[in-house]
């Protein structure tokens, strides 16, 4: 009873008002109740722990500390400006080494999108309706962080989407030095794969398609990135 009077947004709501709340719900599974805009609500205790983590996390994500946090280069390239020419000069290093591959048709905020995503650092969101070009985009960058000598990770739901990349990736222009910088696989098989050795390093993660991930399995994810990496999170407006 203490432990459910004390939770956030709960400050109202009597020991004896939860207990009846729980009775009436006929729920056995222990639950959290908590004010939702002055509503009582029920919440499964595993959704609430892995949200209230999730907020934290992420947050510890967005704002890295400097001088741990993963930032992207090209030594030797001046790429300086607005994100539109910062893009512009990527995609004409992007055309130099490995060919265009549909690159040279992007509309203005495709070349903002790769100029901003590339050069920030923390957490960045990359949405559009379907078939607005984002996964053309999370190509390019994945391949643009491989010529920069970064290992990145770019993670989707399903198996589907990971093919989809990997048919984009399957050109005989890009190198296979740079090809092996880029992991492609689905969430699931990294969370598992990785659970039991996380990284100690900050690195480069791209999320294909999250706003698909649950509460369950986005928890995870984010569990075993590690402090100060580059986390692009890719999805659907709607």
């Known amino acids: 009873l203490s432990y459910l009077t004390e939770l956030p947004g709960l400050k109202n709501v009597s020991a004896h008002e939860a207990v009846s709340l729980l009775r009436s719900s ?39 500390d400097k001088d741990n946090a993963k930032r992207a280069s090209f030594p030797g390239y001046e790429i300086c400006g607005t994100d539109m020419e910062k893009g512009d000069r990527l995609l004409e290093i992007y055309r130099e080494k490995c060919g265009d591959h549909g690159i040279g048709g992007y509309a203005k905020t495709q070349r903002e999108a790769v100029g901003k995503l590339f050069f920030t650092e923390g957490t960045d969101i990359l949405t559009g309706d379907p078939g607005s070009g984002k996964t053309t985009i999370i190509r390019t960058l994945a ?3 491989a010529l920069a000598g970064e290992d990145t990770y770019v993670l989707s739901p399903t ?39 996380v990284p100690k390093h900050p690195g480069i993660y791209i999320a294909d398609e999250s706003s698909m991930l649950d509460t369950e399995i986005f928890t995870r994810l984010i569990s075993v990135i590690p402090e100060g990496s580059k986390l692009i999170l890719s999805g659907d407006t709607r």
């Not at 599974?29 to 999730?54: M, Q, T, W």
């Open 143 to 145: 391949v643009l962080f």
């Open 159 to 197: 198996g589907k989407a990971v093919k989809r990349i990997e048919e984009l990736l399957d050109s005989p222009d890009i190198p296979d030095r740079i090809k092996s910088h880029i992991h492609l696989m689905t969430v699931h098989k990294h969370v598992y794969a990785i659970s039991s050795r």
């Open 26 to 64: 006929g729920n056995t599974f222990p639950i959290a109740v908590k004010n939702n805009r002055g509503n009582i609500c029920f919440e499964h205790i595993r959704a609430y722990v892995s949200e209230d983590y999730l907020a934290g996390k992420l947050a510890s994500l967005a704002y890295p």
